[in-house]
């Protein structure tokens, strides 16, 4: 008798006609078989080597270079289930609509059935999806970012307890686009892009928007956080999830080295971009990794800015849209080195300055977990690490400071349901407009927002041990529009200020936001920052507040009725502390 699996792949292979149907079994001989279709397709180049052994170089197609926010659809059974902050197509509609794009969409191409696990191979938190695609660079990519191939097949055996994801590159065209989830049914359809987040079903689609639904149901959380262990002297290591939007810093942060190592402080990295949660025996949130590899943000990668990151990418990496030198070694804006002469663009074109940047803003890479130097032996513990603080962040020019604590739990709610944070090149559309980002979740969240923050509200009325909750903001500008703070490294300075908060220490100053370091509070010796610059950079303005308490209350009036009371109160709260602290 034919397995769920089976009927599935039968099923999508009647609809997307392939010539072929591959069941993929996750070996480095398939791996070095699917790079070679890259090669063969024309978009894909392997590079040096010597110095980047095993690496390869993908060109996505020009207009498929970032998330499509405006093309991804909840397809839940009403509207009101998605919410208003998603786009909504109702199921049938979005089946006939994307079934109709997906109908021998393979047709003259092979059909590649990878089954993957998310989460360490051994966790009870794990769970199988099965990614349908007619895109080797998908396969490869799959191979890097999950367990995938046998070891999955394994897990799932003859059982139905897998999300199914179908994907094809369709003809690339914008116009034929959509990823659209269905919710109730735990299905991924994706067709027309071969872009990161659009094409890998796993990232986002499953492990954030499909998974955030599981949680709710079940009672636990799926986030997009990264999460790291900070070892303090004595080697004691607490760990901590922090969720900024795409681009806002996440890997880097994750990845950090930090500039107190000498001080006995360094950072361990278990992921750097989605946490799955639950609550553990022990009374802690314990979170694990579903993925296995970091797809992050190439420009601004330097030696100055993350040697981990640069140290980590020198053997078995797949690049994506950077740009390449002439000895064909990637290259980027922010790599340390100025443009070499006889610079291939992110095109595949000869670069000079006029070309704009030579590597797409949001050009990747592709790599193993555990090729960076900072992996923490944790990182696979089936357990999940315990977690003692959630910090939210974002890119804010003005208004939040480089960090602040909330109250307790339901402020730390309200933090983050009133996040924002200017929009990057990670997914298409304007660079650097403000938007309001709850958690960092706006793109991500399978079902209505509002439903969401009760669901946050909930699970802190169930865990024993609650973490701490943080905001931070490494983008705050001078007049001059310079980074007020100088960033990667440096920020260990405010996680160990975090930590001393979350073991009853550190100096702290009461603000109508909530806590911020008092002025002697954060760690600063080797840092060359002036007096006036900290001040800014802990300030809370109450102009900027009010217009921000605005936003947010035209942001919440989106949700009517569903918007939970704890929510409101906590709006109502803040505006009382402000009155109180507004200068007469
Ligand atoms: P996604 O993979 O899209 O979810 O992004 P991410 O949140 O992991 O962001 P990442 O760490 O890749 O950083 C995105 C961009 O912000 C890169 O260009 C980084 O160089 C830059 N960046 C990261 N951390 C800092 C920081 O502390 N200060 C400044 N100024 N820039 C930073
Ligand atoms: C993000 O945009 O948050 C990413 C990259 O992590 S993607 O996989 O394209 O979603
Ligand atoms: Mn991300």
Redesign the pocket.
Same mark, same amino acid.
């Given at each position: 008798m034919a397995s769920p699996l089976e009927n599935w792949v039968d099923e999508t292979a009647r609809l997307t006609k392939p010539d072929r149907v591959v069941y993929c079994d996750g070996s480095e001989a398939e791996y070095q078989r699917m790079v070679g279709e890259m090669l063969r397709g024309g978009d894909s180049v392997t590079l040096n080597e010597k110095t980047y052994p095993n690496c390869h170089l993908h060109r996505s197609s020009p207009n498929d270079v970032a998330r499509t926010e405006h093309l991804t659809f909840i397809c839940s059974a009403t509207k009101d289930a998605a919410g208003p902050t998603n786009n909504w197509m109702d199921p049938e509609g979005a089946k006939n609509r994307v079934g109709e794009l997906l109908d021998g969409a393979m047709r003259g191409r092979t059909m590649y059935v990878v089954p993957y696990i998310l989460g360490p191979a051994s966790s009870p938190l794990s769970k199988v999806g099965v990614e349908a695609t007619d895109s080797p660079y998908v396969v490869a990519s799959m191979r890097i970012m999950s367990r995938m191939g046998k070891v999955a097949t394994e897990r799932l055996g003859s059982s139905s307890d897998f999300v199914p994801g179908l994907h094809s590159l369709g003809d690339l065209d914008p116009l034929r686009r959509y990823i659209v989830h269905f919710p109730e049914e735990k299905l991924i359809w994706s067709v027309g892009s071969g872009y990161g987040g659009n094409a890998l079903l796993g990232k986002k689609c499953f492990a954030l928007r499909i998974a955030s639904v599981m949680a709710r149901e079940q009672g636990w959380m799926a986030e997009?956080m990264?999460i790291l262990g900070l070892e303090s002297p004595g080697g004691k290591v607490t760990y901590m999830g922090a969720a900024? #939007?795409?681009?806002?810093?996440? /890997? !880097?942060?994750?990845?950090m080295v930090s500039t107190l190592e000498s001080q006995g402080y360094r950072v361990w990295t278990v992921g750097?971009?989605i946490a799955w949660m639950k609550i553990a025996e022990d009374g802690y949130l314990h979170a694990i990794n579903p993925e296995a590899g970091f797809?992050?943000?190439? #420009?601004?990668?330097g030696m100055k /800015? !993350?040697p981990n990151v640069m140290g980590a990418l020198t053997k078995n990496t797949l690049f994506t849209n950077t740009a390449m030198t002439a000895s064909r070694e990637p290259w980027w804006e922010?790599i340390g080195d100025p443009p070499p002469a006889g610079l291939i663009n992110w095109k595949g074109e000869p670069w000079d300055s006029s070309k704009g940047p030579a590597a797409h803003p949001?050009a990747?890479y592709t790599v193993p977990a555990n090729q960076s130097p900072s992996i923490s032996p944790q990182w696979e513990a089936s357990e999940g690490v315990p977690i003692s603080a959630f910090i939210f962040g974002g890119r804010r020019a003005r208004t939040a400071p480089l960090v602040y604590e909330s109250f307790d739990w339901q402020h730390g709610v309200f933090v983050g349901a009133t996040m924002a944070s200017e929009t990057?090149a990670?997914a298409t559309g304007d660079v650097g407009v403000t938007r309001r980002d709850p958690m960092a979740m706006l793109p991500f969240c399978g079902y209505n927002m509002a439903d969401y923050f009760s669901h946050w509200l909930a699970m802190g009325k169930k865990i024993p041990k609650p973490p701490k909750i943080f905001h931070v903001n490494?983008?705050r500008r001078d007049a001059d529009g310079k980074?007020l703070?100088?960033?990667?490294g440096?920020?260990v300075r405010v996680l160990k200020w975090i930590l001393e908060r979350v073991e009853g220490r550190g100096a702290a100053q009461e603000t109508p936001i909530g806590y911020v370091p008092a002025i002697n509070g954060l760690t600063l010796d080797g840092l060359k920052i002036s007096d006036e610059a900290l001040r800014e950079l802990l300030r809370v303005n109450p102009e900027d507040w009010e217009a921000e308490m605005d936003d947010t209350k035209d942001f919440f009036t989106k949700f009517g009725d569903r918007l939970p009371d704890a929510i409101r109160q906590e709006h109502e709260k803040l505006a009382r502390r402000f009155q109180r602290a507004v200068p007469a």
């Open positions: 997009h990264l900024f #939007p795409s681009a806002c810093g996440k /890997t !880097n942060l994750a990845m750097d971009d797809f992050g943000v190439a #420009p601004g990668t /800015t !993350n922010g949001n990747r990057t990670a490494w983008f980074f703070w100088p960033g990667y440096e920020n």
